[in-house]
T-cell receptor, first 115, second 114 residues
Framework: NAGVTQTPKFQVLKTGQSMTLQCAQD?????MSWYRQDPGMGLRLIHY???????DQGEVPNGYNVSRSTTEDFPLRLLSAAPSQTSVYFC??????????????FGPGTRLTVL | AQSVTQLGSHVSVSEGALVLLRCNYS??????LFWYVQYPNQGLQLLLK??????LVKGINGFEAEFKKSETSFHLTKPSAHMSDAAEYFC????????????FGTGTRLTIIP
């Protein structure tokens, strides 16, 4: 299993440009999520999904869109990039099972710079 | 609302010395608590978790943490630091065992002095 994969690893954008950060997992996990990591702020939840066709907002959703058409993929879209979106983005996935603890598995991250 | 506070954004210890990373939580319900480690240029990896089964939790790489309800703490310790322990460590809390929307602390960067 490749686990959770993210592309690209690095990206530089100009203000106003759009782009999609890709996330895929091959573990058949129902739950997938996106976090951003900023210095001194830890990780903050952007959006999450509990299954194909179901998404919801996290703590910091503004400026980001997501969709979940398949179990494997959960892309994060920046519609009009802003310098405040300069960050490291992590995708994570886990089994969705209410009766027990389910460890989240994180991807290696995408480092995004918006000029 | 739940939250965690990590005291000390940077901690340095000598190789072989005790590692102590502090985490205090705030939660209106019995919490589920976690420690994650992030090695340079990598994603986060679960070190250990507290899910109310036992107050002293043992994790990977010789780390352990003790849940102290009276102190609202979940400090991470390791008796003898190794150079490979150099990383950033995050404490996290969830108020739901299965529906795990984690709230992370701001992280502590651990440096090991040879």
């Amino acid at each position: 299993n490749a686990g959770v994969t993210q592309t690209p690893k690095f990206q530089v954008l100009k203000t106003g440009q759009s782009m999609t950060l890709q996330c895929a997992q091959d573990m058949n996990h129902e739950y997938m999520s996106w976090y951003r990591q900023d210095p001194g702020m830890g990780l903050r939840l952007i959006h999450y999904s509990v299954g194909a066709g179901i998404t919801d907002q996290g703590e910091v959703p503004n400026g980001y869109n997501v969709s979940r058409s398949t179990t494997e993929d959960f892309p994060l879209r920046l519609l009009s990039a802003a310098p405040s979106q300069t960050s490291v983005y992590f995708c994570a996935s886990r089994i969705q099972r209410e009766s027990s603890y389910n460890e989240q598995f994180f991807g290696p991250g995408t480092r995004l710079t918006v000029l | 609302a739940q939250s965690v506070t990590q005291l000390g954004s940077h901690v340095s210890v000598s190789e072989g010395a005790l590692v102590l990373l502090r985490c205090n939580y705030s939660s209106s319900v019995p919490p589920y608590l976690f420690w994650y480690v992030q090695y340079p240029n990598q994603g986060l990896q679960l070190l250990l978790k507290y899910t109310s089964a036992a107050t002293l939790v043992k994790g990977i790489n010789g780390f352990e943490a003790e849940f102290k309800k009276s102190e609202t703490s979940f400090h991470l310790t390791k008796p003898s630091a190794h150079m490979s322990d150099a990383a950033e460590y995050f404490c996290a809390v969830s108020d739901n065992f299965g529906n795990e929307k984690l709230t992370f602390g701001t992280g502590t960067r651990l440096t090991i002095i040879p």
